[in-house]
């Protein structure tokens, strides 16, 4: 009961924060995106070596890349190479908050990227709110104020498959 009542909070103020408009979302391809910024869940260590892996095949494409992660501890992580922030960062209502959380919200991204499968509310809120020309999600019919474009992983829900999809459709848009 407690997590239903934090849950109807996120989205009530979630709902709040998206009536300020964050300007035109259009579709943009790898090719013509600059700067692309890469949610994901950085608490299994091995999804971060796979993101890590997949910001540097963009990199070796001369994109400018940003990393923010969301370590679901409420302890500092020791040994991470990218901006990052954890359970000690979220409210009441589970909104992160922080320096590293606004200075990525700050940034106009081209392409903004969540690389997570399973629900994550402090994700989807900086997705929400990011002022990012195109979001990439997957798919999920209720989270569509998350994300402009989502991929259905169908039955093959890891996260290898949904990085290549990205990778895919950004190549064909």
Excluded: C
Excluded at 96 to 111: A, M, S, Y
């Amino acid at each position: 009961m407690f997590k239903d009542i934090q849950r109807w909070f996120y989205f009530y103020f979630l709902k709040k924060g998206m009536k300020n408009p964050h300007g035109a979302h259009k579709a943009i391809n790898l090719n013509d995106a600059s700067e692309i910024g890469i949610l994901f869940d950085a608490s299994d260590p091995d999804e971060v070596s796979l993101i890590n892996q997949f910001a540097d095949t963009m990199k070796k494409e001369k994109k400018k890349i940003v990393l923010l992660g969301y370590y679901d501890q409420p302890k500092r992580a020791i040994n991470f190479n990218f901006s990052y922030f954890n359970k000690k960062d979220l409210n009441w209502h589970l909104i992160p908050r922080g320096l590293v959380v606004d200075e990525f919200l700050g940034r106009k991204f081209d392409i903004l990227i969540n690389a997570y499968i399973k629900e994550n509310l402090p994700l989807e809120f900086v997705s929400a709110m990011s002022k990012a020309s195109f979001r990439m999600g997957a798919y999920n019919k209720q989270k569509t104020y998350a994300y402009d474009f989502m991929v259905d992983m169908k039955d093959d829900r890891d996260l290898r498959t949904l990085l290549t999809q990205y990778k895919h459709y950004l190549q064909m848009l």
